[in-house]
């Protein structure tokens, strides 16, 4: 059988040369482990494959990490089911190979598909693992972590108009990764974050088993709803409980620059958005626009909501909360709460609902070369902080740079920051997420772009959360800290830098559920939950996690 595996592996154009010897060593494993050899021409590309190049970036949403000088993996598998999965992380134990999961490829910083490390690794690429099989009668879905979430919203709006599900608006971000990370979206403030609405999962751990929710133990399953991706092992797919939605739903937006009063609007809006009954979501995009009045450059504030109701309903609530932003029926439209998720992406109203299942088309966050940072709001922010950070949008590398204000409150509020890994609950007013992007000519001078929001980073410090200053783990940021390349005595406290930022007190659950679970430390990146390897010293018991 031997030979004829040879010849699957490696036809002429995937001739293998001296310098790549742990591919050669690693796809030799894969042979004996693939149930179906026949099958591995089809879902293994290694950098010799003439498809190589195409599958590698098909996914990578952020170009800034995808030039020549990027490092890119040893192999690409796109396995078909789970043993694909089992044996690859099998081979790569075997031969010493990091492992990365790519979903979407949203990770924004690309750990999902590429490492700031001098190491082989590989990448398995879930893309071909994106089913959604939606149980109306339930209330639920099970949906495949190489899913888009647009997949997921188009299935669910075929059989009902008034089921939905709370995840977010970026329909080309994957599943598995939105999910591992927490998930908010426009329905957060009426039923909490996509993790808080997962109910069970089917896993793949270190020592290749398939794990349910029962099977793995609710301290694992606590850890992979928003204790980010890449830690804990590779979900395969998830079961979701759907929510009850309106059969119409209303948004609205509505642009005022500074010349119509866009400051204090804006400094109002922080008292209102996080009071709102939770049917609605509301947001404001801050970005630099032309004056309409003589082509001058200002500073634009865009009022964004949907609101779970009629037009009917939405207008006396905005007139007896936030009459100063004046909100006319004109302004408003109905639709259905899968359509809001397209029109909240700024696609034309009326793009047909199959805009979901675009994979590739161009959307926000995607296909771009960008860096992006987040904070978390506690206070509101003096009238005279936003007039300094408005003059900083005027210089030159912030032409396509964009601040969102997303409110919370509402069930966000009710939920306890232990509840999931994600612990950004009461007590924030609203999040904010910064966004730079630039040109594919201008990327040799990346770095004044990434400066730029470096420094409007720093100008909000005193006015965010503080000790520790809160970040959203999907919004990843290389820049509160990183792991050591290798298990280090020290790496529990280095990695405790970045992860209280992103998990506050819950990063040290975390971290106990890895040294139960994997103590080893195979499932790891730049930012992966590392285990404590003290506790393994004082006997814990790495088969339980009943002591948690």
Not at 30 to 40: A, D, K, M, Q, T
Not at 61 to 72: E, I
Not at 510 to 529: A, C, D, W, Y
Request: hydrophobic share 40%; glycine share 6%; net charge positive.
């Amino acid at each position: 059988m031997f030979p004829f595996l040879i010849v699957v592996l490696f036809p002429l154009s995937w001739k293998i040369s001296d310098s790549t010897q742990p591919a050669e060593e690693f796809l030799h494993c894969l042979s004996l482990r693939f149930h179906n050899s026949s099958s591995i021409s089809e879902l293994v590309y290694t950098q010799h494959n003439s498809s190589y190049s195409s599958v590698l970036k098909s996914s990578a949403q952020n170009f800034r990490l995808s030039t020549p000088s990027t490092p890119t993996p040893l192999v690409i598998i796109t396995p078909l089911h789970a043993s694909h999965i089992q044996a690859t992380v099998h081979c790569c134990k075997k031969h010493g190979l990091q492992l990365r999961i790519r979903s979407g490829g949203h990770d924004f910083e690309g750990l999902s598909y590429t490492t700031t490390y001098e190491i082989p690794f590989v990448v398995i690429d879930l893309l071909n693992l994106r089913s959604v099989r939606i149980n109306v009668e339930k209330g639920t879905a099970w949906v495949e972590s190489g899913a888009k979430v647009g997949e997921l919203y188009y299935e669910i709006a075929k059989r009902s108009r008034t089921l939905a599900f709370p995840a977010g608006i970026g329909h080309t971000v994957g599943v598995g990764g939105h999910l591992s990370g927490g998930g908010f979206g426009l329905l957060f403030r009426k039923y909490g974050l996509a993790a808080d609405n997962v109910i069970d999962a089917r896993l793949i751990d270190v020592k290749e088993r398939i794990l349910d929710r029962k099977s793995m133990g609710e301290d694992l399953f606590w850890a992979i709803r928003g204790g980010g991706g890449g830690s804990f092992g590779i979900v395969l797919a998830w079961k979701l409980k759907l929510v009850a939605v309106p059969a119409i739903v209303t948004v609205f937006t509505v642009s005022k620059t500074l010349e119509q009063n866009a400051t204090k609007l804006v400094h109002r809006w922080q008292y209102i958005a996080h009071k709102l009954p939770k049917e609605i979501h509301m947001s404001i995009g801050i970005s630099r626009v032309k004056s309409n009045e003589n082509e001058k450059m200002t500073i634009q504030a865009s009022f964004r909501a949907v609101f779970l109701g009629s037009i009917y309903e939405l207008l006396p609530l905005m007139e007896e909360k936030f009459p100063q932003l004046g909100i006319v029926k004109e302004d408003c439209f109905e639709m259905g709460w899968a359509e809001s998720n397209i029109y909240s992406t700024q696609f034309p109203i009326g793009v047909p609902l199959e805009t979901l299942l675009n994979r590739n088309r161009k959307s926000i966050l995607s296909k771009l070369f960008f860096k992006a940072k987040s904070d978390y709001v506690k206070q509101p922010i003096p009238e005279i902080t936003f007039e300094g950070l408005w003059t900083k949008f005027y210089k030159e590398e912030a032409k396509s740079a964009i601040m969102v204000f997303v409110a919370y409150g509402g069930k966000m509020d009710e939920i306890l920051e232990t509840e999931t890994p994600f612990p950004h609950r009461a007590g924030n007013l609203y999040s904010i997420s910064y966004v730079v992007d630039w040109e594919e000519e201008e990327n040799k001078n990346s770095e004044k772009f990434m400066s730029w929001i470096r420094r409007i980073h720093n100008y909000m410090t005193p006015y965010v959360s503080k000790s520790p200053r809160e970040v959203y783990v999907n919004f990843r940021d290389l820049d509160i800290g990183t792991n050591e390349i290798n298990d280090k005595e020290n790496s529990h406290e280095q990695a405790k830098i970045w992860g209280i930022k992103y998990f506050k007190n819950n990063f040290d659950r975390l971290v106990h559920v890895k040294t139960m679970i994997g103590p080893e430390n195979f499932f790891r990146h730049e930012q992966s939950v590392p285990p404590l390897p003290c506790l393994l010293k004082k006997g814990a018991n790495s088969n339980s996690l009943g002591s948690l």
